[in-house]
C-alpha cells in the first residue's frame, strides 16, 4: 500500500495552515474516485486498493519528511529564480493564470507565504527545436527545495514507477 505521511506531519504548523485556508488547497482529480473503487472492489490487493483511494481524496506526498535534517525552517521563500525577459516573464504569468482557472494553481493571497508554505523557483526554458517555452518548477533548487524532504533510499530505483 502506499504509506501514510508520519504521524508527526499531522502536526506540522502547515496542516493549521491548510485547514484555516481550505480555498487554497483543493485536492481535484479527473477520477471519478467511487466508480474507481468499485471498478476495483474485488481486485485482490485490498490494502493497495484502499491506500490509493485515500490518496486520490486527500492527496499524497509518498516518503516526505518536511523537517528531514532537523534544520530546515518553518516556512522558506525559494522564489530566487531571475526571469531574464519580459517575454519569459510573460509566459511564467500568463501558465500561473491558465493554471489558476483550471483549479491546479491557488489564487494569490497576498505577498507573504503563509506558516509551513515554501515556494518553488519557476523559470522558463526553450522547447526542443521550437521558438516556445516550457514552464519549469525546479523542486530541487536549494539547500531547502521540496525534493530534499524525500526520502532518497525510499524512491530510489523504480518504486514510484512501479506503482
Known amino acids: 500500500p ?4 508520519p504521524e508527526k506531519e499531522y502536526h506540522h504548523v502547515s496542516m493549521k495552515t491548510i485547514h484555516q485556508n481550505p480555498n487554497l488547497f483543493h485536492v481535484s482529480t479527473p477520477i471519478n474516485i467511487e466508480r474507481f473503487a468499485s471498478a476495483l472492489s474485488i481486485h485482490p490487493n485490498r490494502a493497495f486498493v484502499t491506500s490509493v483511494v485515500r490518496t486520490l481524496k486527500i492527496g499524497l506526498w509518498p ?18 529564480a531571475n ?23 491557488s489564487p494569490a493571497f497576498g505577498p507573504d507565504l503563509l506558516p509551513g508554505m515554501y515556494s518553488t523557483p519557476n523559470i522558463a526554458i526553450p522547447k526542443p ?27 530510489k530505483g523504480a518504486r514510484l514507477d512501479s506503482l
Open 2 to 5: 502506499l504509506p501514510h505521511p
Open 129 to 155: 527545436h521550437s521558438d516556445d517555452l516550457r514552464l519549469v518548477a525546479n523542486q530541487s533548487a536549494g539547500d531547502f527545495c521540496q525534493n530534499n524532504m524525500v526520502s532518497k533510499s525510499e524512491t
Open 83 to 105: 526571469i531574464s525577459s519580459t517575454e519569459e516573464q510573460q509566459f511564467i504569468s500568463d501558465q500561473c493564470n491558465d493554471e489558476v482557472e483550471k483549479g491546479q494553481h
Open 63 to 80: 516518503w516526505a519528511d518536511t523537517n528531514p535534517t532537523g534544520d530546515f525552517p518553518e516556512t522558506w521563500d525559494n522564489a530566487w
